[in-house]
């Protein structure tokens, strides 16, 4: 029948309002060139997770192949210890990349563009 066990697809929670102002949003910067985007800079916040992956990692194994080395996955005691960071680069130049020590809020990010 062609079912397999899969890991769902993850994509970004958006609400009818946020559909709306994405398409607003292209639909005003549709006509501009290279050029302009040239003069846009993009920034992010990301999360690395060390010692562990966020989402259940699978294998194909038989069942007493459960204590072979290619079929596990190390942890850490306490689960793992992550880092975040947030970036910034435009067309011409990477921006620094900022430790962060909490989740991002409106205050800090307008503090590290202040500051850079």
Sequence with gaps: MGFRSRRTTIV?????????LCIARARQHCHWTVDDWKHVAWSDESRFQLYRADGRVRVWRKPHESMDPTCQQGTAQS?????????????????????LETALTGDMYATILYDH
């Design 12 to 20: 970004p929670l958006l609400i009818e309002g946020h559909k709306a």
């Design 79 to 99: 689960g793992g210890t992550s880092v975040m960071v947030w970036g910034l680069c435009s067309w011409s130049k990477m921006g620094p990349l900022i430790h």
